[in-house]
C-alpha cells in the first residue's frame, strides 16, 4: 500500500545548490519519498535529441555549432516534460531555474496553467564555500571500474587505491582546486539573484547542507512536509 507522502500531492519543487552541496542525492530521496518524477533538464535535453524530436533537432544543430542551447528552447523541453501524466501530482526540478529569467518564465508558466496554479516550494542547500571546495577536491576516481570516493568524506581502505579492483584512483581535470573555485564562483554569480527573488517572495526554504546526508534529508521532508501540509 503506497504511503500517505506517496499519494497527496505535492506540486512543484524547486532544488537550488552549489556543486558539491549534495543535490543529486537528496533530489533522488525527495523523488521516492514522495512519489514524484526527479526532472534534470540534461536528462529532457539528452533524451530529446535522442529521440530526435523538433525540439532535439534545434538542439543538436546549436550545439554542433559550437553554442549553448539558448532558454527558450530549454523551456520549451521543460513544458514538454512538465504535461507529462508523472507530473500530476507534483515533480522535483534539478538544475532549472538556473537564471531569475528562467524562474520568472516557470512563474508565468505554472500561472497559466488550468489544473496547476501552485507556486513552486524553493529548497535551497547551504553550504559554506570552503567545506564545499573540500568536498570537491577531495574526490577520486577509479579509472578501471568508475568507483567515486571522497579523501575526506569516504576515503578508500588503503590510500589512493580503489577498495574493488586496487587500481590507482585518479582526479578529474576538473577537480582541481583552481577550475572549482572558477565553478562555485560562476554559480553565485548566476544564482544569487534567483535566492534573492525566491527569498523576497518567501518560498525559499533553506537548508542546513554541511550536516550529515541523512538530516539533509530530514530538514528537506520537513520543509516540504510544512509547505505542502
Not at 526527479?38 to 523538433?54: F, K, P, W
Not at 505554472?110 to 570552503?130: E, F, T
Not at 527573488?197 to 512536509?225: C, H, W
Amino acid at each position: 500500500m503506497a504511503s500517505t507522502a506517496t499519494q497527496r500531492a505535492i506540486g512543484p519543487v524547486v532544488l537550488l545548490g552549489p556543486p558539491g552541496a549534495g543535490k543529486g542525492t537528496q533530489a533522488k530521496r525527495i523523488a521516492e519519498h514522495y512519489g514524484i518524477p526527479q526532472i534534470s533538464t540534461g536528462d529532457i535535453l539528452r533524451a530529446n535529441v535522442a529521440s530526435g524530436t523538433e525540439l532535439g533537432k534545434k538542439a543538436k544543430a546549436i550545439m554542433e555549432s559550437g553554442n549553448l542551447v539558448p532558454d527558450e528552447l530549454v523551456q520549451q523541453m521543460v513544458a514538454d516534460r512538465l504535461r507529462q501524466p508523472d507530473c500530476a501530482r507534483g515533480y522535483i526540478l534539478d538544475g532549472f531555474p538556473r537564471t531569475l529569467a528562467q524562474a520568472q518564465w516557470l512563474d508565468n508558466y505554472l500561472k497559466n496553467q488550468k489544473d496547476s496554479q501552485v507556486a513552486p516550494v524553493v529548497v535551497d542547500i547551504q553550504v559554506g564555500y570552503n567545506e564545499l571546495l573540500g568536498r570537491l577536491t577531495g574526490r577520486r576516481t577509479c579509472p578501471t571500474c568508475g568507483r567515486i570516493y571522497n579523501v575526506h568524506l569516504q576515503p578508500p581502505k588503503v590510500d589512493e587505491l580503489c577498495d574493488v579492483d586496487g587500481a590507482k584512483l585518479v582526479t578529474r581535470k576538473d577537480d582541481t582546486e583552481e577550475v572549482i573555485a572558477e565553478r562555485l564562483k560562476a554559480y553565485e554569480r548566476q544564482t544569487a539573484p534567483l535566492t534573492d527573488y525566491y527569498q523576497s517572495q518567501g518560498r525559499l526554504r533553506a537548508l542546513d547542507g554541511a550536516k550529515a546526508i541523512d538530516d539533509v534529508t530530514g530538514q528537506a521532508f520537513a520543509a516540504l512536509d510544512k509547505a505542502r501540509p
